[in-house]
């Protein structure tokens, strides 16, 4: 079946099987593939997309369930003159990511946080965050990065 | 040098750019034009005779191409495994053949046993349901110490029985370490389980197989932490296929810990189904499909034994360990609870006498081999935890009782085989009770008693042996492989560098690391060097990533290719500068005369390579190109001192982990910023393992733990803030860089630090118990108090998880 939506800001269509997850709508159909898949299970969020403004595992939607929606994957995350976001710049400043794997979802879901919460204590950020599985980094510096991102002071990297 | 680029800085990660704004190139990321998709069928039951397969509605279903079978590996090699162990009578190791699809028998839950391509993904999906194996089902061999017992089924019929060896270190020891523990003042014993783990990188694994009929040439894209090994060997032993028709690329790897070293059959299929399909082949693991391929972690069963005299002294240790192999050897299994394990049993203490047994076991569960630390862990946790022990049963600190028994003087050769070249185990413990505030220790655990909770304070030591391997040594003790690192500087004419490493980075940072250390030679911004991995078409033979030891030997193979480059560029310098070649200096990228205020810049010497009008073409070539092969002449031995507190919930059991601290000793350190991240990595798995993570087979070898559902990982909440510190400096002695590696300490140290917390809570409240299986479940912590109360203080059999000495490490969650 042929679906429509918008995915960072352009429209797009495409046609459908109607068991086609949205994750292999974006990374196979849309060759979006900043998008990861890390469990079919949405227990690691590897996935995590924003879906008309809310984090969404896309592993768990069908594509077809997207119907008309507004999709921002981590394609879509820098600002317009091209640069990071705040959130991606402060997981590099604070080394919040190793392998890269599971941080396309873990920025999309810490961004969506702050939209929630702008000055999330380090209890919140952790709570939110705990659908989001990563195996580098111990979550230590993803929590900095997310604190430094909404404006919070953090210890510098490498001297605490 | 450069200001914040060089060596002892943290810069930025370069990579982080791709990673954060989605333009990571992982294999799953890879489609080729007209590839095929391969979906795998695997075995649903541990043990079973393969009488048949039914394909032939498989093949009918729409869009299958073929549907692939043991049978069309006729002519194949198996997986080939890396090692060879002799066992203590001098026979080799058994080695039973690993096919790439199952032959005549079915011997884990998840033995592939056919594969069906199809031209999408669910189309091979779908027929792969339409497969028919007929298994007759037999016994599961799951029980280790049953599995080598008289008239136990056989994992493999060909084999003489289940054991795959049983060996000692040193042999010569051991009838004067039974009689020092026999003749000692005390002797603790402690039987222990290192449970079983799946390493679980967030990237699945992925094949993908090309075939270039127009040049015979195969490439094999594949998540792997050593691409020129597994072309060795898939090459050489599996496909036959010459190594100058066959290349490997591990692109962006989204994780390793050990588990993407190995050869799959999955990689050796995608290869082998290109070339037979003339078109690509793409196979893409899910979760729980990887629960049942991947190689597990661990699953020691151990029973130690240390020997005391009447001062408190280590006078002797011996140990028996039955290591779960799994139903194959895979690639470096063999070596893990061996030479990675027995070698590292002196761990800190100057004990005189060492003695250490291994049976290594077939049994009817995924093959077991290197998780982040492979055989140190298990050896440190078995160590930190009799010392402890031993420090309960003797009224002693358990800090002091580790000082008093601490190596002090190096060069150590220990009991064991290796000789420590540098550390200084007294200052990391200093370190270690100074950034845990450890004197504050006693008031809070009176303001946790307050609240109803009972805090405890756990500590352990640790040393590793990295930066595998001396390549004469490890080809004595059984290798079938060199382990050195290569690397090829290449200098581009205008003074750019590419710089060709053997070493994998799949979250390491190498491409800043490596850089910092080439621009610190040179004297030129990071930013000029780029460094290439992954890819065997790219780099010089390397022998990959693993064992922490990227930076120890392919970072030294990078200083002495650079070297090479950094003397020929002199004498192209001092040619051009009319000087003497031997008062040339390199600072800052210029090349100046000493004593002179001549000078000329990095990239006119580099462009003079490249275009030698005014060059000395009757002393040296053209060009600027050089590549080195480091054979380390030593392991490197990093050690720390690691401390863990708690609060043990005494109505529930359950454990929160209040804060972990770690001090490390990693030698000289690269990248701080890169190297803490490593640590705080490595303390999560160990945490995990300790407290959450179990990988559990039933006794018919039904795999329970399969999926994020029933497999516990760390997560956000479940992880304090970690306190980490690296400034106890012993500098490696025998590497360029003097450092030693950090990627597994953390993996290693943590484990026996938690558990020994939970011990000194629940004994501080007034429960004595000796020992709790990992995980520290809540089931597992309330059983073992109430059987201590039960028991009134007395050994509690049931804090111990049943299945402990029946020798099965799996069994319950």
Redesign the interface.
């Known amino acids: 079946m042929k679906i429509e939506m918008h995915v960072n800001g352009r429209p797009v269509s495409g046609e459908v099987?109607g068991?086609t997850l949205l994750v292999d709508f974006i990374?196979?159909d849309l060759r979006?593939?900043?998008?990861?898949?890390?469990?079919?299970?949405t227990?690691?969020g590897?996935c995590t997309i924003h879906m008309d403004g809310a984090p969404v595992k896309s592993c768990s939607v069908l594509a077809v369930e997207a119907q008309g929606a507004q999709i921002t994957?981590?394609?879509g995350?820098?600002n317009a003159d091209g640069s990071?976001s705040a959130m991606?710049q402060a997981?590099?400043?604070c080394?919040g990511?190793?392998?890269?794997?599971?941080?396309?979802g873990m920025?999309m879901a810490a961004t969506a946080l702050l939209k929630e919460t702008p000055k999330p204590s380090?209890a919140e950020?952790?709570?939110y965050?705990?659908g989001?599985?990563?195996?580098?980094?111990?979550?230590?510096?993803?929590?900095k990065a997310v604190q430094s991102a909404s404006g919070q002071d953090v210890t510098p990297?490498?001297a605490? | 040098m450069p200001k914040d680029g060089g060596i002892g800085t943290?810069p930025?990660?370069r990579?982080?750019?791709?990673?954060?704004?989605?333009?990571?190139?992982?294999t799953?990321?890879i489609?080729l034009h007209g590839q095929a998709h391969a979906v795998f069928v695997r075995s649903d039951v541990a043990h079973g005779r393969l009488n048949g397969i039914d394909t032939e509605a498989a093949a009918a279903m729409p869009g299958v191409i073929r549907v692939f079978t043991a049978r069309d590996f006729e002519g194949c090699g198996g997986v080939p495994c890396g090692w060879q162990i002799t066992s203590r009578d001098g026979s080799v190791m058994q080695e039973p053949k690993h096919p790439i699809l199952a032959e005549g028998k079915v011997r884990h839950v998840g033995d592939p046993i056919a594969v069906v391509v199809a031209e999408t993904l669910?189309q091979a999906r779908d027929a792969a349901e339409a497969v028919m194996p007929d298994i007759e089902e037999l016994p599961a061999v799951v029980d280790m110490k049953a599995a080598v017992a008289e008239g136990s089924e056989k994992v493999h019929d060909d084999l003489t029985s289940n054991l795959c060896y049983d060996w000692g270190l040193v042999e010569d020891n051991r009838e004067a370490v039974d009689r020092a523990i026999k003749d000692a003042a005390h002797v603790t014993t402690l039987e222990l389980v290192n449970n079983r783990m799946v390493a679980?990188?967030?990237?699945?694994r992925v094949a993908v197989g090309d075939y270039a009929a127009h040049s015979d040439e195969s490439t094999l894209y594949t998540t792997s932490q050593n691409p020129h090994v597994i072309r060795l060997l898939m090459g050489a032993f599996v496909l036959n296929i010459p190594e100058h028709k066959l290349r490997v690329v591990a692109p962006?790897?989204?994780?390793g810990?050990g588990t993407k070293i190995f050869h799959y059959a999955e990689e050796a299929f995608c290869t082998f189904a290109a070339r037979a399909l003339k078109r690509p082949v793409k196979w893409t693991s899910?979760?729980?499909e990887a629960f049942m391929s991947d190689a597990h972690g661990r699953d020691h069963v151990t029973k130690i034994e240390l020997a005391l005299d009447a001062e408190n002294n280590f006078t002797a240790l011996r140990t028996e360990t039955y290591a779960n192999m799994g139903a194959y050897l895979s690639t470096f299994a063999p070596s893990v609870p061996t030479w990675l394990h027995g070698t590292l049993m002196a761990g800190n203490y100057k004990t005189p006498l060492v003695y250490v047994n291994v049976k290594a076991v077939f049994t009817n569960t995924v093959p077991v081999d290197a998780y982040r630390g492979a055989g140190r862990p298990e050896a440190t946790y078995q160590l930190e935890r009799i010392v402890d022990k031993a420090a309960r049963e003797l009224g002693v600190s358990p800090i002091e009782l580790r000082r008093q028994n601490f190596i002090t003087e190096f060069p150590y050769q220990t009991p064991v085989a290796v000789e420590y070249d540098t550390g200084d185990y007294h200052a990391t413990m200093d370190k270690l009770l100074e950034i845990t505030d450890h004197a504050g220790f006693e008031a809070r655990a009176e303001e946790s008693k307050r609240n109803g909770k009972l805090r405890g304070f756990g500590i352990a030591h640790y040393i590793e042996a990295c930066g595998i391997a001396p390549s004469n040594l490890v080809g004595q003790l059984g290798a079938r492989a060199g382990l050195y690192e290569s690397a090829t500087v290449r200098v581009n004419a205008t003074g750019s560098l590419s710089v060709m490493t053997g070493s994998h980075s799949?979250?390491?940072?190498h491409e800043t690391t490596f850089a910092q250390v080439v621009a610190e030679m040179i004297g030129i911004d990071a930013d000029q060097i780029d460094i290439v991995h992954g890819d065997t078409a790219r780099t010089p033979m390397g022998m990959g990533t693993y064992g922490s030891r990227s930076i120890a030997v392919g970072g030294s193979a990078v200083v002495r290719a650079a070297e090479k480059v950094i003397n020929k560029a002199k004498k192209i310098a001092a040619h051009l500068m009319e000087a003497s070649e031997g008062d040339i200096e390199l600072k800052d990228g210029q090349f100046t005369v000493a004593g002179t205020d001549k000078s000329v810049a990095w990239g006119d010497v580099t462009l003079a390579a490249y275009v030698p009008h005014n060059y000395p073409l009757e002393e040296i070539e053209p060009g600027l190109e050089e590549t080195a092969f480091y054979d380390p002449a030593n392991f490197t031995y990093p050690s720390g001192g690691y401390g863990c507190e708690v609060e043990v919930d005494p109505e529930t059991g359950h454990v929160e982990v209040l804060g972990f601290a770690a001090a490390d000793d990693f030698g000289n350190v690269v990248n701080?910023?890169?190297v803490?991240?490593?640590v705080?990595?490595?303390?999560?798995?160990g945490i995990g393992q300790a407290l959450w993570e179990n990988c559990v087979y039933d006794a018919d070898g039904q795999l329970l733990s399969a999926?994020?559902?029933d497999y516990a990982?760390?997560?956000?909440?479940d992880?304090p803030?970690?306190?980490?510190d690296h400034s106890c400096v012993t500098p490696c002695t025998h590497n360029p860089l003097g450092v030693k590696g950090c990627g597994e300490a953390?993996a290693i140290g943590s484990p026996p630090a938690v558990v020994n917390a939970v011990l000194d809570a629940l004994n501080r409240g007034g429960h004595a118990v000796d020992h709790i299986d990992m995980p520290l479940s809540p089931a597992r912590v309330w059983a073992a108090m109430e059987a201590a109360r039960a028991n009134m203080g007395a050994a509690q059999p049931a804090a111990r998880a049943q299945e402990t000495a029946g020798g099965r490490s799996v069994g319950t969650p």
């Not at chain 2, 990579?15 to 992982?26: P, Q, W």
């Open positions: 099987e068991r990374r196979h979006l593939t900043g998008t990861h898949v890390g469990c079919d299970t227990q690691c590897a994957t981590i394609e995350m820098a990071m991606q997981f590099q400043d080394h990511l190793q392998c890269g794997y599971c941080t396309p920025v380090e950020i952790r709570h965050l705990e989001n599985i990563c195996r580098c980094t111990g979550y230590h510096n993803i929590v990297v490498a605490e | 943290s930025k990660r990579e982080d750019i791709r990673f954060l704004s989605g333009t990571g190139r992982y799953d990321d489609n669910a679980n990188p967030m990237e699945p962006d790897v989204g994780g810990f899910t979760r729980s799949h979250g390491q940072g701080p910023m890169i803490e991240g490593q705080h990595g490595g303390l999560a798995q999926s994020y559902m990982m760390p997560r956000s909440t992880l803030m970690f306190k980490v953390g």
